[in-house]
């Protein structure tokens, strides 16, 4: 063990349940720790996010990082609000949270025992499908009731919209194939989408990352900085109900605001500990 250990959550996010939604991984105390040192417990932690806390600068705001199992990534929703929830809930520190990141200023709110999420947005724009996407995902060729698939991608992630949520639950990809088709450039992953089932789902994903090493992703909080200005615009509310339709699943409240979105959700602690600090 190299110096003091570094402390450690792991909060499910987006579920009021524990072994729901989306594990992340929190570590605090880590101001002096090398990137290549936080990709080693991100890989060790092997979630789909590992978020790296430092402490407060002027203005208590602090910087926020996020890793994958193989790579550092510009924004992370479900890691964002595991992080706020660590500090308001575990830590005990007074809201609203403010986070520094690579995709900017990031506020984090109580809002009626949830926590609000203020991100930016990344509306997309409708562009050719890339060559192989539709036959890694087991959409091509989609016979019976099923409808042409449309592409869409903001700068982050790409969305292929189906016509109803069974169609969604059905996707069942190829991720060799998949991790194989190149995406537009900065684009993380693949949410398939369509309108939710039952009256009170406005809309419902899943989320496919094999070029970031996670095959699907229980539930997506950056993907929803795009579904949300599409859907607000198909559906024509600028507040919905989603619901991420993963094997965990999860469930949040997504609001449209001009160049921004809020994500609302809950999250739950199920671990703690300390970790050995790399070398």
Not at 20 to 30: F, K, M, S, T
Not at 31 to 36: A, E, H, M, R, Y
Not at 235 to 242: C, R, T, V, Y
Request: proline residues 8%; hydrophobic residues 45%; contains cysteine.
């Amino acid at each position: 063990m190299t110096g003091r250990g570094i402390p450690y959550y792991t909060v499910d996010a987006f579920t009021d349940t524990p072994f729901g939604g989306n594990p992340a991984a929190v570590c605090l105390e880590i101001d002096d720790l090398s990137d290549s040192a936080m990709a080693q417990i991100a890989a060790e932690m092997n979630l789909s996010e590992t978020a790296f806390v430092y402490a407060p600068g002027g203005g208590g705001e602090r910087r926020l990082r996020w890793f994958t199992p193989v790579a550092e990534v510009p924004l992370c929703g479900h890691a964002t609000l595991a992080s706020a929830h660590v500090l308001l809930r575990e830590a005990g520190l007074p809201q609203p949270v403010r986070f520094r990141s690579l995709s900017g200023p990031l506020l984090v709110s109580e809002e009626s025992g949830r926590l609000r999420m203020d991100f930016p947005a990344n509306p997309p724009g409708e562009v050719p499908m890339p060559v192989g996407l539709a036959e890694a995902l087991g959409i091509a060729g989609g016979g019976g009731d099923a409808r042409p698939a449309a592409f869409t991608t903001s700068g982050k992630v790409a969305l292929v919209v189906l016509g109803t949520e069974a169609e969604v639950l059905s996707v069942r990809p190829d991720f060799g194939a998949l991790g194989r088709v190149r995406l537009p450039g900065g684009v993380m992953g693949v949410a398939v989408t369509a309108p939710g089932a039952e009256p009170e789902v406005d809309f419902v994903s899943r989320f496919f990352a094999p070029w970031l090493g996670v095959d699907e992703d229980p539930v997506t909080g950056v993907a929803h900085t795009t579904l949300t200005p599409y859907w607000s615009a198909v559906l024509g509310k600028a507040e919905m109900a989603a619901r991420q339709r993963s094997a965990r699943g999860g469930k949040l409240t997504v609001r449209a605001r001009g160049d921004r979105v809020e994500l609302v959700g809950q999250a739950v602690t199920v671990a703690s500990g300390t970790m050995v600090r790399p070398g």
